[in-house]
């Protein structure tokens, strides 16, 4: 079992900043891919970034050279650094982890205002 908790979420204006953190707890070991998706109301949850145990990344074309996703030294905790935020990156972000079981966090709101 994989247990994820989300932070970081808030309002901001388009334009700026914000830094979302995700910290897994119980089997980390297991864990092959950490990542972020996000659900905007009436749409499907989307993939934003992903980032693999051997350190490769993935991105969504819609936030390519503005959102950037870590792992923490520990490598238990994934950051998605989010600039140039728009409008249309308003959604509930869903940290993910995958160790051939899919776990979830509970979501972390991000609104960006225009």
């Known amino acids: 079992q994989v247990q994820l908790v989300e932070s970081g979420g808030g309002l901001v204006q388009a334009g700026g900043s914000l830094r979302l953190s995700c910290a897994a707890s119980?089997?980390?070991?297991?864990?092959?891919?950490m990542g972020w998706y996000r659900q905007a109301p009436g749409k499907q949850r989307e993939l934003v970034a992903t980032f693999t145990r051997g350190g490769s990344t993935n991105y969504a074309d819609s936030v390519k050279g503005r959102f950037t996703i870590s792992r923490g030294n520990a490598k238990n905790t994934v950051y998605l650094q989010m600039n140039s935020l728009k409008p249309e990156d308003t959604a509930v972000y869903y940290c993910n982890a995958f160790s051939g079981y899919t776990y979830w966090g509970q979501g972390t709101q991000v609104t960006v205002s225009s």
């Open positions: 119980g089997s980390i070991f297991s864990i092959n891919v």
